[in-house]
């Protein structure tokens, strides 16, 4: 989903190199793009894969306002936000943020505020499965929809 001069939204395909999503935004001098990864552990468990789970109509409308708000508050060209769902390997990129500016601190900071952001608000569901075969939902589990319950 295109967005005010960025992007945002949820893929189950990779995510494609952010660097080319500021192209032809005037005024950019800055460009602060942070990938966040699939690692192979946490807590001291070896993590095989990660699955992911949202509200898609929800997290897109999620995302779009935190575009906004980014380059409101930060006065930067452009915002781009995308965050996988689906189930991803180590290694992959499970969330991208870039922001365009026209100075460094400006980028730097509104990248900074964009994924804090988006790790406090979206409704995007992280579980981990270890090498064992056992899985754990982080940071509680999505919601079970009304008579589904097992």
Do not use: C
Not at 14 to 30: L, N
Not at 44 to 55: I, K, M, N, T
Not at 74 to 88: D, N, Y
Request: hydrophobic share 40%; charged share 25%; aromatic share 6%.
């Amino acid at each position: 989903m295109t967005i005010r001069g960025g992007r945002a939204g949820l893929s189950e395909a990779p995510i494609p190199s952010a660097g080319q999503w500021h192209e032809g935004v005037p005024g950019v001098g800055a460009v602060v793009t942070f990938e966040g990864r699939v690692r192979d552990h946490n807590e001291g468990r070896r993590v095989v894969r990660l699955h992911y789970d949202a509200y898609r109509e929800m997290a897109e409308e999620v995302l779009a306002d935190i575009e906004g708000r980014t380059k409101d508050e930060f006065a930067v060209a452009s915002v781009s936000l995308e965050h996988r769902i689906g189930t991803l390997a180590v290694g992959e990129v499970a969330v991208v943020v870039s922001v365009a500016a026209a100075h460094r601190s400006a980028a730097f900071d509104a990248a900074r505020f964009a994924i804090e952001t988006v790790k406090a608000e979206l409704p995007v569901w992280k579980q981990e499965e270890y090498e064992d075969g056992s899985r754990r939902w982080l940071d509680g589990a999505p919601p079970v929809p009304p008579g589904s319950e097992a």
